[in-house]
């Protein structure tokens, strides 16, 4: 057994640039291999295809796929490597040996059903919409909710500032709704504006992107990076769709030292295994509903609801408060299903129904830009 073993000066060089850090560092003494430590090689998921995983650095002589055995579809989703996760290698096979326990995790709950990995070890989440239609402070609560729930910071960033006359109204409305969350409203084909966003970017720092198809995810990374690295959609518009098909996922690296995760946009975030993530968006109405007569009060139309005297005073936002109990009731739904749907998955002649989970689990719900 190997048990802690130190990481060649090389390679760390090599991870630095792909977010590794110093915390990792206790993840790795966590796990036992029963290979020579020479014959390890630790790397970064970049992206998940159907046939296994994308890795960084590449696994000698310029291998970067990593296929998954059967065995690492034996558990649920959240078992199996995702984006941004670490993962160890074995050299002389190339085949994957372990995955260092996550210090975060973004997860939702697919349209299909189970729950379904967005990216793993994220520091910062950048929660993109338009100053446009796509604007929508309810779709903002679901992903902050997300995002709270896993312990990442959350920065709210709204683009398509230089196409409408009146940037103004979406900054106040955004920072009204979310007092106590970093927010921009910016233009993200300026590169000078979204310097701004520079200081979530820095060495060992990773960063999610978040939001619709279209609303300039792509745009932020090219403006980021400096380059046209990413396909944006008016690119893709014309007939270079192929191009694009085979990582759904990629993580891109970024001048200012950190990486960023580009995802494809996300029709639906049905929340999953939330509850501590909601909390912390609502807290302002958690903190009035430990005020209500009943404990179990569904703040409807209650005698002695503090949240409906706080509507009615002019407080709390209707919206919000109706929004919170709609996200409630989808948590507590959902964690059941989940929680019935791992206790099936327990069986062992599921491993045939969980390997084809893998591939719908990859392009359910998620638009491909
Ligand atoms: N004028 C302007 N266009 C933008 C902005 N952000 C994105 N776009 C354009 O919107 C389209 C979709 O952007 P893209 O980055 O592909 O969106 P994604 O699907 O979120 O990755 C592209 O044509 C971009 O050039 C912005 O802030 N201002
Ligand atoms: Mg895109
Ligand atoms: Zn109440």
Same mark, same amino acid.
Request: aromatic content about 4%.
């Given at each position: ?11 760390t ?16 003494d ?40 059967? $065995? ?17 290698? =074995? ?32 520091d910062?989440? &950048? ?11 309810? $779709? ?30 979406? $900054? ?36 999610a ?41 990629s ?10 995760l580009?995802?494809?946009?996300? $029709?639906?975030l ?23 007569? &009943?404990?179990?009060?569904g ?9 409906l ?41 599921? =491993? ?18």
């Amino acid at each position: 057994m190997t048990k802690g073993f130190s990481l060649p000066a090389q390679l760390t060089e090599e991870l630095v640039p792909l977010g590794w850090r110093a915390a990792l560092r206790s993840r790795l003494d966590q796990l036992e291999y029963s290979a020579s430590p020479s014959d390890l090689h630790i790397a970064r998921v970049i992206g998940v295809q159907r046939t296994g995983l994308e890795v960084a650095p590449a696994v000698g002589a310029g291998n970067t796929h990593v296929p998954l055995s059967g $065995r690492w579809f034996q558990g649920d989703a959240l078992s199996r490597p995702t984006v941004g996760d670490w993962v160890v290698i =074995d050299k002389p096979t190339g085949s994957l040996l372990d995955m260092l326990p996550r210090l975060s995790v973004i997860k939702r709950m697919s349209p299909s059903g189970g729950a379904q990995l967005i990216a793993a070890n994220v520091d910062t989440a &950048f929660i993109v919409s338009a100053c446009n239609a796509d604007y929508s402070p309810a $779709r903002i609560e679901r992903y902050l909710s997300v995002i709270m729930q896993a312990d990442i910071e959350p920065v709210i960033i709204l683009t398509k500032a230089d196409l409408i006359g009146d940037a103004d109204a979406f $900054r106040d409305s955004v920072s009204r709704e979310f007092p106590a969350v970093q927010s921009l409203v910016l233009n993200a084909l300026d590169s000078e504006a979204v310097a701004r966003l520079h200081g979530w970017c820095g060495q060992g720092q990773t960063i999610a992107l978040l939001g619709s198809s279209g609303v300039g995810k792509s745009t932020l990374v090219n403006s980021l990076v400096g380059a046209q690295i990413q396909l944006t959609q008016a690119v893709r518009e014309g007939d270079e769709k192929g191009r694009h098909t085979t990582t759904n996922r990629s993580l891109h690296l970024l001048p200012q030292g950190g990486v960023i995760l580009d995802s494809p946009g996300m $029709r639906e975030l049905q929340i999953a295994d939330a509850d501590a993530g909601l909390g912390q968006v609502f807290e302002d109405i958690e903190d009035l509903a430990a005020h209500c007569k &009943f404990n179990d009060c569904g703040h409807i139309s209650e005698p002695g609801c503090a949240v409906l005297a706080a509507i009615a005073s002019g407080r709390v936002d209707a919206r919000r408060v109706q929004h919170y109990r709609a996200l409630r009731q989808e948590e507590v739904a959902n964690r059941g299903a989940l929680t019935e749907r791992r206790t099936r998955s327990r069986s062992p002649t599921k =491993d045939r129904a969980n390997r084809d989970g893998l591939s719908e689990s990859m392009g359910d719900g998620l638009d491909e830009s």
